[in-house]
């Protein structure tokens, strides 16, 4: 019988974190081989990590150690081939000399596709820097997508449209959560109509509470993609029609509420993005899902390598929910496998109406989505003339095409 002392992962916090493994949760004694992360400086049985790590190996002094998770973490796009007992990563084999360690490991990594200079992400955009970011990208044929849970879409609708004026050009994707809104709920969903937007496209909620909305661009062709649609998630899909030369982009809104529990909610995210990924779509999703990604938790690393084993990068990397009394945290994510086009990403510090969540964005240049602008005929109507009234229209003239379209049709003329 083994003297072994199985260690329960609710005990674990009694425990000296150097005496036991924290891969089988098992003692390590004094005489067993182990080893410890650079990084997170966790102990591991060696069995239960890779063969390939022995003390027998003579390592460089300048070559880290990391267990898989870290290291999936520091590498996100790094293909590794481990098994689900093999949790260590080490480039140098038995019999390696330490100069093909390059060769070996790293020379399939294409720092163009496959790695994201994260120096783009600068945290936190006040609206004038959100406003140079667009402005700067407009000619890259950018697409600028802004996510944000808006704890009722009734109550927060104007103060959503006042935000958008205050931008100097349109944002091409609005995806919202936390809607408070059902699907045949007509009256609601005629009075949220945004001019220059296609949608509401939402889930399909039998509730009031909760939901996701996605709204577009006019001048993007969009079909709905309810296939795509799992179980236990309060999710909605559209495509966007790309050029003949690119493959479609799939643009997903995602709300998981406290009730969803977290082993569920990640399997149907393995789902969905095995999904995706067999379809080999270009991919931007958005959303709420209440993983705390500012803490270093169990559920944060679980979340966070099932999106790299996918090849999915979440982008925001400040905090969405600043609330006085309570911890900040990094909730509403914006997910994605486009890694060529990516160019900034970030929190907006902007109180939106009575949310207690702040917007966030991200901007993808050089986008192959299909691009048809259809002309426009603006009228006056001026059969109650007014001369100070026809000075303001000749100085809105300029900008009309984009901010008198967020206007209500009611407030534009004077009929």
């Known amino acids: 019988m083994s003297n072994r002392h199985h260690v329960s992962p609710p005990a674990l916090s009694n425990i000296s974190p150097t005496n036991y493994c924290h891969f089988c949760f098992s003692e390590i004694f004094p005489h067993e081989p182990k080893f410890k992360c650079d990084l997170c400086n966790k102990s591991f049985h060696l069995p239960c990590g890779s063969q390939m790590l022995c003390e027998t190996i003579d390592r460089p002094p300048n070559l880290d150690t990391y267990c898989n998770f870290c290291y999936c973490e520091i590498f996100p796009f790094a293909c590794i081939d481990v098994t689900d007992d093999d949790i260590f990563f080490s480039p140098l084999a038995e019999n390696d000399e330490p100069s093909d360690i390059v060769n070996q490991t790293f020379s399939f990594i294409d720092p163009e596709d496959n790695i994201i200079n994260l120096n783009h992400n600068k945290g936190d955009y006040s609206e004038s820097q959100l406003n140079e970011e667009i402005n700067k990208n407009l000619s890259k044929k950018s697409l600028s997508v802004l996510n944000f849970n808006c704890r009722s879409l009734n109550k927060n609708f104007q103060p959503t449209i006042d935000f958008l004026l205050s931008l100097e050009n349109k944002v091409d994707i609005l995806t919202f959560t936390e809607t408070f809104v059902k699907k045949d709920d007509e009256e609601l969903l005629n009075f949220f109509k945004i001019a220059g937007y296609k949608g509401p496209y939402l889930d399909c909620r039998e509730t009031k509470r909760g939901g996701s909305a996605i709204f577009v661009n006019e001048n993007y062709e969009v079909n709905q993609r309810p296939d795509l649609r799992v179980e236990g998630l309060e999710n909605v899909f559209i495509e966007i029609k790309c050029t003949s030369n690119a493959k479609p982009l799939i643009i997903g809104t995602i709300y998981r509420t406290g009730a969803i529990k977290f082993e569920c909610f990640l399997n149907s995210l393995d789902s969905l993005l095995a999904n995706l990924s067999n379809k080999k779509l270009d991919v931007i999703l958005t959303g709420d899902l209440n993983v705390n990604l500012l803490k270093n938790t169990c559920q944060a690393?679980?979340?966070?390598?099932?999106?790299?084993?996918?090849?999915?990068?979440?982008?925001?990397?400040?905090?969405?929910?600043?609330?006085?009394?309570?911890?900040?945290?990094?909730?509403?994510?914006?997910?994605?496998?486009?890694?060529?086009?990516?160019?900034?990403?970030?929190?907006?510090?902007?109180?939106?109406?009575?949310?207690?969540?702040?917007?966030?964005?991200?901007?993808?240049?050089?986008?192959?989505?299909?691009?048809?602008?259809?002309?426009?005929?603006?009228?006056?109507?001026?059969?109650?003339?007014?001369?100070?009234?026809?000075?303001?229209?000749?100085?809105?003239?300029?900008?009309?095409?984009?901010?008198?379209?967020?206007?209500?049709?009611?407030?534009?003329?004077?009929?």
């Open 301 to 415: 690393r679980e979340y966070t390598n099932l999106l790299n084993s996918f090849g999915f990068l979440q982008l925001i990397t400040t905090a969405t929910r600043r609330v006085e009394g309570s911890v900040d945290s990094l909730i509403d994510h914006i997910i994605t496998n486009i890694t060529t086009s990516f160019t900034t990403a970030g929190t907006i510090l902007a109180q939106i109406g009575t949310s207690d969540h702040l917007p966030c964005f991200s901007i993808f240049r050089n986008c192959s989505c299909h691009f048809s602008d259809p002309t426009h005929n603006t009228i006056f109507d001026y059969s109650n003339f007014k001369a100070d009234k026809f000075i303001k229209d000749i100085k809105l003239e300029s900008s009309w095409s984009y901010k008198s379209s967020l206007i209500p049709d009611n407030e534009k003329f004077n009929k």
